[in-house]
């Protein structure tokens, strides 16, 4: 997290919330009803590994607010779709406006589609085995501010090693830990936040 991040916003509602929220209602909305949320379902993990490989560099709101897009584009993440793609797609998805045209994260999404397809034909819930493996031990004390947030963990490390070893990409290690705190396998609302536990 960057230095002196807010760690808390009031908003409009009076709730108390994590101070990367800002005033955006998406953001708010997000925060509120997915971030942290436990996620244990193959395809929902493939969006999630999706969109947080897409994210690097960016910011989050850029890519939430073209989460509709993605979807579209990418056949709503269907993990045997998306596997199914041909350059003939990858060309179509770089004209695409809705969605970041970068092509070494399309073509990463497609083989990762693949990859993925390959762990779970015959054995369903095979990504989620695999990512929840991996969660932090329970009871990580809680973060008083943002700036205390880790960006990298241990266990991001160690997953982002396991799915690079099975040939996936841009699973880097911080990107990882992101899709830790949006699937739920940490908690890192802060205290204060009307989420936190």
């Given at each position: 997290m960057p230095l002196n991040y807010v760690s808390i916003v009031t908003g409009e509602d009076g709730l108390d919330r994590c101070g990367w929220v800002g005033k955006d209602a998406e953001y708010r909305r997000y925060h509120d009803e997915e971030w942290g949320v436990p996620v244990r379902d193959d395809q929902l993990l493939f969006e999630?590994?999706?969109?947080?490989?897409?994210?690097?560099?960016?910011?989050?709101?850029?890519?939430?607010?073209r989460r509709p897009g993605f979807r579209s584009a990418f056949a709503g993440f269907d993990i045997a779709a998306v596997a199914a793609m041909t350059e003939v797609d990858v060309e179509r998805l770089m004209l695409d406006t809705g969605i970041i045209r970068n092509r070494?994260?399309?073509?990463?999404?497609?083989?990762?589609?693949?990859?993925?397809?390959?762990?779970v034909a015959d054995s369903p819930g095979a990504l989620t085995d695999i990512i929840w493996s991996h969660q932090p031990t329970p009871g990580r004390a809680r973060c008083p501010v943002?700036?205390?947030?880790?960006?990298?963990?241990?266990?991001s490390e160690a997953?982002?090693?396991?799915?690079?070893?099975?040939?996936?990409?841009?699973?880097?290690?911080?990107?990882?830990?992101?899709?830790?705190?949006?699937?739920?396998?940490?908690?890192?609302?802060?205290?204060?936040?009307?989420?936190?536990?």
């Open positions: 999630h590994l999706c969109l947080e490989g897409f994210q690097a560099g960016l910011s989050w709101i850029t890519i939430l607010k070494l994260k399309i073509n990463a999404t497609i083989e990762n589609a693949r990859i993925t397809l390959g762990l943002m700036n205390d947030v880790p960006d990298i963990t241990p266990e997953l982002s090693k396991t799915l690079r070893k099975l040939g996936l990409r841009f699973v880097g290690p911080t990107t990882m830990y992101a899709l830790m705190q949006s699937a739920g396998l940490v908690d890192d609302h802060v205290v204060g936040c009307h989420r936190a536990i």
